[in-house]
């Protein structure tokens, strides 16, 4: 995707543990995790609402 291959996730890796260390690290995974579901529900919640408003004004006009 990005010529992101296994050498340099590696050195992701280690300079992520070197910064905050190895208890962090799940804290920060989980965070990010949770982040990012929430943005994906926010998202779907979003076109959800955007195809039922699309669906309501095809009837008032229709």
Do not use: Y
Not at 3 to 9: A, I, K, R, T, Y
Not at 14 to 20: K, P, T
């Amino acid at each position: 995707m990005f010529g992101v291959g296994f050498p340099e996730l590696l050195v992701v890796l280690l300079v992520c543990l070197l910064l905050f260390g190895a208890n962090r690290l799940p804290e920060i995974g989980k965070s990010l995790g949770e982040s990012i579901r929430e943005f994906k529900r926010a998202m779907k919640d979003t076109q959800d609402d955007d195809s039922k408003k699309i669906k309501d004004e095809t009837k008032k006009n229709g």
